[in-house]
T-cell receptor, first 112, second 113 residues
């Protein structure tokens, strides 16, 4: 399988805390993307970081990419109950026309 | 209206039946994908198409076939459904080689008894 892995598989935090999710991937990539999925719904794109970038911010999201370690992290700051969802990383494959290979996901629960 | 529409949203069928899942998009994207989601396994690519005349197998294409009827339509067929094809199926579109982002439909939940 070409899938990556995410760590942790599940994360439970209190509202206001920061949430950090990690992703490791196996193949060479053009970009690394993060998606969010509310229970049973379609995935929604959050942020994309290109292979020549090391860090990117979007609102409360901060993504890092280390291509030498084939890893990425997603930080959600000041979490809210509405952030409760599953989060997936996906690598755009260099030799595959940029089609995406998804990780196994992290289930985040933010409690009031 | 949704940009990427999947039908049916839910389907229960029996082993051996032929099933078609349909996807249509209004985004004008050339690239379309079918993924399967199982608990704990994330999303796995079944088939993808980069334009109307292009069909490619993904990592788990056995037991599935697809048809790209037009730029806007990409259907997934299970010729003879089996219980381990019970899953949540997603269609997605992508704008192009450098576009990156995928746009997903709401999913089709298939149960094979």
């Amino acid at each position: 399988s070409q899938q990556g892995e995410e760590d942790p598989q599940a994360l439970s935090i209190q509202e206001g805390e920061n949430a950090t999710m990690n992703c490791s991937y196996k193949t060479s990539i053009n970009n690394l993307q993060w998606y969010r999925q509310n229970s049973g719904r379609g995935l929604v794109h959050l942020i994309l970081i290109r292979s020549n970038e090391r860090e990117k911010h979007s609102g409360r999201l901060r993504v890092t990419l280390d291509t030498s370690k084939k890893s990425s992290s997603l930080l959600i700051t000041a979490s809210r109950a509405a952030d409760t969802a599953s989060y997936f990383c996906a690598g755009g494959q260099s030799g595959g026309g940029n089609k995406l290979t998804f990780g196994t996901g992290t289930q985040l629960k933010v409690e009031l | 209206d949704a940009d990427v529409t999947q039908t049916p949203r839910n389907r229960i069928t029996k082993t051996g039946k032929r099933i078609m899942l349909e996807c249509s998009q209004t985004k004008g994207h050339d690239r379309m994908y079918w993924y399967r989601q199982d608990p704990g396994l994330g999303l796995r690519l079944i088939y993808y198409s980069f334009d109307v005349k292009d069909i490619n197998k993904g990592e788990i294409s056995d037991g599935y076939s697809v048809s790209r009827q037009a730029q806007a339509k990409f259907s997934l067929s299970l010729e003879s459904a089996i219980p381990n094809q019970t899953a949540l199926y997603f269609c997605a579109t992508q704008g192009g080689l450098n576009a990156g982002e995928l746009f997903f439909g709401e999913g089709s939940r298939l149960t094979v008894l």
